[in-house]
Every structure is written in C-alpha cells, then in structure tokens.
C-alpha cells in the first residue's frame, strides 16, 4: 500500500490576511488566550510596515560513539532577534503608548485574521528597544525590538467571539 500523499497546501502569503495582536495579558501558563484576552488587545496590523524574526529553531549536541558516523540530538531551542517596524503619528497617537521600552506581553500572528477556529501563533515577548527611525525619503517609524521570553506557542485555535 503507497504512502498517503500530503494534502496539497492552499498556499498564501502575508499579504493575504496576516493580523499581529499585542495582548498584554494570558492568563493560563499554557499561553493560550481567552477571547476576552485577545479582546482587551491592540490589533497593531494596519500599522505594521515591516517585521524580522519571530522563529525559533534548536541546536544541536553531536553524540559521537565508537564508529565513524557522529550522530546527533536535539538541544536548546533559540529564538532570533526580532522587530516589527511600525509607522508614527505626529502627534504621538501610535504605537509608542503601546509598546515602550520594558514592555511585557504577547504577539498572536495570525495568519488568516481573527477568525474563529483558525489557527495563530502566541510570541511572549519584552521590548529592549524602542527607536525612531526618520529618513528624508521614508515615512517616520519606529523600530520596536523585542526579545522572545519563553517557547512560543503555534497553532493555537483562535477562540470564536462570545
């Protein structure tokens, strides 16, 4: 009997849907925010011009015996320097009040919107950095720098609204 194919992907991109949420507070230690949670968050995506990192991926130890092959085992799981660029008002009704230096919440990525059922990534995170960024030829941003505190938790059901 042959191997059961992979069910092809409806492949899409960022572009096509993509929410970033802060939410500040999950109060479970699995991560997994409650509708109310995600509610009482700040939807940051309309003003999200750009992001680095969020992905962890894990080191490895060698495991070397007597033979010649040196085989290996998984080891701690890091995550990369992340950072959403995101734009500023003028008058400082933006991202700065959400998100300043010391900061301490969550990012839900999720990749197809809130919706119900579908699935979202929960990043806890701290902001080490909190930069302008003004250029002649660009629009005014802020580089928000965050670092990744714990394993994120992927594909978390989005909980439908109450």
Known sequence: MPATPL???????????????FI??????????????IDAGTDLTSEV?????????????????????VGKIPGKIESEDSSLMMYLDRSGDD????LPRDTIGFFG???????ADALMDIYPIQVTTFAKVRKMDAATVANVEVVITRIPIEDVVIPAAA
């Open 95 to 98: 991202v700065r009040t959400v």
């Open 24 to 37: 500040p507070v999950i109060a479970a230690a699995t991560f997994v925010p409650t509708r109310p949670e």
């Open 109 to 115: 990525f999720m990749d197809a919107g809130d919706v």
């Open 7 to 21: 069910n092809p992907a409806e492949r899409f991109s960022a572009l096509s849907g993509l929410q970033i949420v």
């Open 49 to 69: 011009m750009d992001w680095n990192g969020f992905t962890t991926k894990s080191s490895t130890f060698d495991t070397p015996d007597l033979t010649r092959f």
